[in-house]
């Protein structure tokens, strides 16, 4: 009940379903346009991330750093790097999940700031989701929507990730440095055994995004595998987000049969660019997952579409999954007023999505 419960208040799957639904009115979905490498693909990461929070391999890894870090600096430096290297692997939204609970009750013990270094390790998920295939589920879209192969796709997203990561040093640099007491790392005991298990089966499912194998097989072995480690596993999968991704290839396959809607999207993304800029635009008001799929089944421009998907997760609140869930945890944890929090979060939001627009379109311009 609990999981039906979370697939039915999904915003975002409510809205696929309304579009979804009144789009059948005017056609009939073709098979042919549902992307089941995708689909496969997603469930197989969505399974490997829930094996690693399961194992609590996160959790390890924020208690070991932090506990050496002695002001609010450094704390704030190792919280938003580990961010960043969460989100390369774990995706974006298991990183603001855990370790954003993690931040606040130090901070909350210690009485250190809350909005800034909170909104950082979320802009850190965002930046390190963007680095990896399947850091974002639209990157896996990506990849599987243009047979994009392993070098191309990482020659886009780490002169991305580069310029973001020296943006957050200039950031970390204006942040105070007051002193802390160190902490006592906490005793989480993970099994050694299962976590090679299951880095196995993740590389296993690197080789399927790229399709060295058939991805069926990735996504069987990291259900197995959940089973085997515990079958309350399955029920922590994001099945929203499947159900998004089926709704939205049913969608588009249907007003791809409406030339009248057809010729208005072609010439909202006749060019480069303009793919680009309507990409960031759209992910402000419809998320950038479903927005990633709309645009990529009518734009040849992959490039472009990577950058303006990537960078639409920065911004509004609806802008990206990640985003949403900071929001929701930070208020479920924190002790600092949610408007102010919501003010100070969306100054450096929309700061950091206009600079990161400015420098798409230099990426973009200059093939770099």
């Not at 309350?232 to 969608?251: E, H, P």
Request: glycine content about 4%.
């Amino acid at each position: 009940m609990t999981v039906l419960k979370n697939i039915f208040k999904d915003r975002i799957l409510q809205i696929t379903v309304l579009v979804t639904v009144i789009s059948l009115f005017f056609a009939r979905p073709r098979l042919i346009d549902i992307n089941f490498h995708t689909l496969f693909s997603v469930a197989a990461m969505l399974t490997i991330i829930q094996i690693y929070a399961y194992l609590h391999v996160l959790d390890v890894l924020a208690y070991k750093l932090t506990s050496i870090a002695n002001n609010t600096r450094k704390l704030n430096i190792l919280f938003t790097m580990l961010s960043i290297i969460s989100g390369m692997f774990l995706g974006n939204d298991i990183t603001a999940l855990t370790l954003i609970p993690l931040y606040l009750n130090i901070a909350k013990k210690y009485k250190l700031p809350q909005i800034l270094p909170v909104t950082l390790i979320g802009m850190g998920a965002n930046v390190g989701a963007a680095f990896t295939p399947w850091g974002n589920p639209h990157n896996i879209f990506l990849v599987s929507k243009y047979n994009i192969d392993f070098l191309q796709f990482f020659s886009w997203s780490t002169p991305f990730v580069i310029i973001s990561l020296l943006i957050l040093i200039a950031v970390f640099f204006c942040t105070p440095r007051k002193k802390i007491p160190v902490r006592k790392t906490e005793n989480i005991n993970i099994s050694l055994r299962q976590t090679i298990i299951t880095t196995a089966v993740f590389i296993f499912f690197f080789l399927g995004v790229f399709r060295v194998v058939n991805i069926i097989w990735p996504m069987l072995a990291a259900i197995v595998l959940a089973l085997i480690i515990n079958p309350r596993i399955m029920l922590k999968i994001d099945y929203a987000l499947l159900l998004t991704f089926t709704g939205f290839f049913i969608f588009i396959s249907d007003i791809q049969q409406i030339p009248a809607i057809v010729g208005v999207i072609h010439m909202m993304i006749h060019s480069e660019n303009s793919t680009y800029l309507t990409s960031i635009i759209s992910s402000q008001v419809m998320s950038n997952v479903p927005s990633t799929i709309l645009v990529g089944k009518f734009t040849p421009y992959a490039q472009a579409l990577y950058l303006g998907s990537n960078i639409g997760g920065f911004g509004s609140p609806i802008g990206s999954m990640a985003n949403m869930l900071v929001l929701k945890t930070f208020n479920t944890n924190a002790t600092v007023n949610k408007k102010t929090f919501l003010k100070g979060w969306s100054i450096m939001q929309f700061t950091g999505l206009i600079i990161l627009t400015i420098v798409g379109w230099f990426l973009l311009t200059f093939k770099i």
